[in-house]
């Protein structure tokens, strides 16, 4: 019932920036808590940060606090991730999921089909 695309990931150089894009097929987008996840290979899924449905909460995992920003923009069915200061460690396909409260756990109901992000040294 709701459709999730990922976008703007790619190749960036340690210590710059980017900004992934979740955008979001429903009208009742303004309904839903979005999560970010990233999973690198042959590891499990890790929390990367969530906003509520009105934006007015919104939570970090501690290896981002300060580095990554989680915004929304309702009108535009659109929630977006800024990253900076990004590391090596931060290569990972990054992925996108809508539920009904802003947790830090997995539990949400729709997912995106996730986007690369790769740090070079």
């Known amino acids: 019932q709701v459709q999730l695309a990922e976008s703007g990931g790619g190749l960036v150089q340690a210590g710059g920036s980017l900004r992934l894009s979740c955008a979001a097929s429903t009208r009742t987008f303004g309904n839903y808590a979005i999560g970010w996840f990233r999973r690198a290979p042959g590891k499990e899924r890790e929390f990367v940060a969530t906003i509520s449905w009105n934006g007015g909460i919104t939570y970090y995992a501690d290896s981002m606090k300060g580095r990554f920003t989680i915004d929304r923009d309702n009108a535009k069915n659109t929630v977006y991730l800024q990253m900076s200061s990004l590391k090596p460690e931060d290569t990972d396909v990054y992925y996108c999921?809508?539920?009904?409260?802003?947790?830090?756990?997995?539990?949400?109901?729709?997912w995106g089909q996730g986007t690369q992000v790769t740090g070079s040294s």
């Open positions: 999921a809508a539920g009904p409260s802003a947790v830090v756990s997995d539990d949400y109901d729709y």
